[in-house]
């Protein structure tokens, strides 16, 4: 079992920390901390903030995802997904979403935006090299297995 810190910043508490909506959830849902309700326009995107920054281990990393019930119903995504949160970290965490739309959207303060899912991350050591041990697939690749 990991420990992962939530630092809940100043003018936040009437949110929540990140949390799972169900007891199996892969995901800690993300709330909107903005001051006033904010609206991305169809095509335009924004960084939201969350009200909170975070440690883990070096071992672990946090990516942000899309919330698939706005992608679905608005065309709101994140633009970056997953976005990549450093274990080395320490500012606000941010969410930067998209308005894949065709309507304008909405985002109130504590409006439930994106999720974070914890990963792990090897340890590598990247070693450069001359040669590369030969495969069946080879350069293959971008679809030569056809579709
Ligand atoms: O959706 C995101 C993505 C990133 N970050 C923060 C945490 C992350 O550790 C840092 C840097 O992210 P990333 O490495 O993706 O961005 P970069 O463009 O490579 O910036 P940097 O040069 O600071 O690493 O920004 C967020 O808050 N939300
Ligand atoms: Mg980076």
Redesign the pocket.
């Known amino acids: 079992m990991f420990q992962v810190s939530f630092k809940r910043l100043p003018g936040n508490e009437d949110l929540k920390l990140p949390r799972k909506m169900s007891e199996l959830a892969a995901g800690f849902d993300l709330q909107a901390a903005v001051t006033e309700s904010v609206t991305l326009q169809p095509g335009e995107r924004q960084l939201i903030p969350t009200g909170f920054s975070m440690a883990m281990p070096g071992e672990l990393e946090a990516q942000?995802r899309p919330r698939s019930g706005l992608a679905f119903k608005h065309g709101i995504t994140?633009l970056?997904s997953p976005?990549?949160?450093?274990a080395?970290?320490r500012?606000?965490?941010?969410?930067?979403l998209i308005n894949h739309g065709q309507e304008p959207f909405v985002i109130e303060r504590g409006e439930r935006i994106a999720q974070m899912v914890i990963q792990l991350v090897p340890a590598v050591e990247i070693i450069e090299v001359d040669e590369l041990p030969d495969t069946v697939r080879g350069a293959g690749g971008f679809g030569h297995t056809g579709v």
């Open positions: 942000i994140c970056n976005g990549t949160i450093d080395d970290y500012g606000e965490v941010k969410v930067l």
